[in-house]
């Protein structure tokens, strides 16, 4: 089955750039989405479509993707940023399509 | 507004059955699957099956086929996550979410806790 690999934690300081990455064979062909996570709340899509931000998440947020490489970029980082995210994708490509969630990477904002 | 309102919090025993249900509105519920996802403690997401509650069709994660049932009742908006035989392994919160590629809206959560 397909995989989604993303680092554990990322660390930035406040006003500095997130970056966190999301790996999967060929992820470039497929639609990535991101989910924000914050303790204690359900999962909120940030970046949708590789690259699209739903009504009301700010444009410090984006997405790119190519190759074998998923990435969403948080510029300005704020202390309200820390959380949890996690990629997606639907892995049609498969005899048994199925969804795929990365392990997920934990923002700390120093 | 789009909204998914989930049911409350369920404490069992091993070996009980459950259902958990997820309400939809502000939207044409039977146009869209409902999916449901797991999250163990301080553990990431999982996706364990979709309902498309149109049709009742179902698509099932290999890992949750025959562990549980999704199924919806269009005729009051309302998707359901079913055990037949709990295990103490299933304590988890989960959520479920509208399905279209991407999982947007979610609803809340149920924390479903089984102890003995």
């Known amino acids: 089955s397909y995989v989604l690999t993303q680092p554990p934690s990322v660390s930035v300081a406040p006003g500095q750039t997130a970056r966190m990455t999301c790996g999967g064979n060929?992820?470039?062909?497929?639609?990535v989405h991101w989910y924000q996570q914050k303790p204690g709340q359900a999962p909120v899509v940030v970046v949708y479509d590789n690259f699209d931000r739903p009504s009301g998440i700010p444009e410090r947020f984006s997405g790119s993707n190519s190759g074998h490489t998923a990435t969403l970029t948080i510029s300005r980082v704020e202390v309200g940023d820390e959380a949890d995210y996690y990629c997606q994708v639907w892995d049609s490509g498969s005899d048994h399509p199925d969804v795929v969630f990365g392990g997920g990477t934990k923002l700390t904002v120093l | 507004e789009v909204q998914l309102v989930q049911s409350g919090a369920e404490v069992k025993k091993p070996g009980e059955s459950l259902s958990i249900s997820c309400k939809g509105s502000?939207?044409?519920?039977?146009?869209?699957?409902i999916a449901w996802v797991r999250q163990m403690p301080g553990k990431g997401l999982e996706w364990m099956g979709s309902v498309y509650p149109g049709d009742s069709d179902t698509k099932y994660s290999p890992s949750f086929q025959g562990q549980v049932t999704v199924s919806a009742d269009k005729s009051v908006s309302t998707a359901y996550l079913q055990w037949r035989s709990l295990k103490a392994s299933d304590s988890a919160i989960y959520y479920c979410?509208?399905?279209?590629?991407?999982?947007?809206?979610w609803g809340q959560g149920t924390l479903v806790t089984v102890s003995s």
């Open positions: 060929n992820i470039g062909s497929n639609s």
């Open positions: 979410a509208r399905h279209e590629d991407r999982f947007d809206p």
């Open positions: 502000g939207y044409s519920f039977t146009n869209y699957w």
